[in-house]
């Protein structure tokens, strides 16, 4: 009997008789991140049928490993895609990173971990954040404007996400504004993420109002791709029940979602990160977020890995975690 030998790129003849050359984001390599455009990793995502780890760090302070980037940290411990908050496009800076020039931060942080990389921008006017400590204050380059998205864009960006730090006073009608100019401009050069995780100095939009079907109506139509919601038990009033509800309402007109811990919890103990992770991915989210904060500069390791164990199981955590940025 004559056998035949698939190679792992040989591509998948589908129904519709085409063949499709993206991949699960959990079988996916740096070679493929590299190549894949807007709408394939997107595709990309959605294949992984909630099973997609995002981890955020923070740049501009002493990476937990001292000359090793957070962002390689937690790419090691298991994370499929990268958010830089604190990220400020005009005077970048990753501590631990090689120097590179100012216009080839994100390029060389992508050759040094094989990930997408994705970054926080807040719209909130100069001279309008709220009170805030001295870790969190604005700088212009972080500013959600036209040109820093554009900037963004120009150096490798593979996502902007429009939400709101600590205090800053990032209102879901700033995002929803900020969302229709940057759908109009950079809406096919890179994907769009909108949602707040807490309520960012917005007290009116606190416990249930920090996301509701409206804003997701409003996001989605202004041009997000992806909306972002607190994850279960991670702010008060939101139960899996009520994220649940807005992720399948997201999912009904057409964008992905991501659910996120996003206050401190990500610095938790193990079993918390676990229930918290079960909850989410029984409310069919499609990307799972782990803040920056287990310290400060990202989530505490262990909690990384067991976030993707209990979302994916050991072997995709291991072979997330393993496989060379050289493939």
Known sequence: MMTIKLSMKMPVFTRKGKFDMVKRILDSFASDFEKYTKSELL?????????????????????????????????????????????????????????????????????????????????VSEGEEGETDLLWKMSGGRRATLENAQRACEMGVDMILLTGNPGMGVSNDAIEKTLKLYKEKLGDKLILAAGKMHAAGVLEEAAECIMTKADVKCFREAGADIVLFPAPGTVP?????????????AHSLGALTITAVGTSQEGADVDTIRRIALMCKMTGTDIHHLGDTGYTGMALPENIQAYSVAIRGIRHTYHRMAASVRR
Not at 237 to 249: A, H, S
Request: glycine letters at 10%; one cysteine or more.
């Open 237 to 249: 009033g939101i139960t899996m029940e009520y994220v649940k509800e807005l992720v399948g309402y």
């Open 43 to 123: 595709e990309s995502i959605k294949k992984s049928e909630g099973r997609v780890m995002l981890c955020e760090t923070i740049g501009t302070v002493r990476p937990m490993l001292g000359d090793v980037t957070n962002a390689e940290f937690v790419s090691a411990m298991g994370a499929d895609f990268l958010l830089l908050n604190m990220f400020d496009v005009i005077n970048p800076q990753i501590q631990g990173l090689p120097e590179e020039g100012a216009e080839d931060v994100i390029r060389a942080v992508k050759k040094l971990t094989g990930r997408p990389v994705g970054i926080n921008l807040e719209p």
